[in-house]
């Protein structure tokens, strides 16, 4: 079963700020979501944010964090950040695109 890939607007201007190599290992990892939805491990509680219910995948060696969250119903994986990890900034502009407070 094959789960379409959508993304959240802000996404692309994430993608675009990455250097063209890792962009090209990001986009590769995000299209075998589409045949494995939950590649990724399941996220908690980061950064003072209830993120129960979406995935983080690595990208590399760890430096970048895909964070996405998967809607079985719709068949569909929704792509909410990509970005650094670091000081947890990548979990908390995934908190705000999801419309969570924090």
């Keep these: 079963m094959t789960y379409e890939i ?32 939950l590649l990724g491990k399941p996220l908690g509680n980061k950064a003072g944010l209830d993120l129960t219910g979406y995935r983080k995948l690595y990208v590399d060696k760890r430096r970048i964090r895909i964070v996405y969250t998967v809607e079985d119903k719709l068949l569909c994986v929704m792509v909410v950040a990509v970005g650094k990890r ?16 924090g």
């Design 6 to 37: 959508r993304y959240h607007p802000e996404v692309y201007a994430d993608l675009k700020s990455l250097d063209k190599g890792v962009r090209s290992r990001v986009l590769k990892k995000i299209g075998q979501l589409a045949e494995k939805p």
């Design 86 to 101: 670091e000081n947890l900034k990548i979990y908390k502009i995934a908190g705000q695109r999801a419309g969570l407070d």
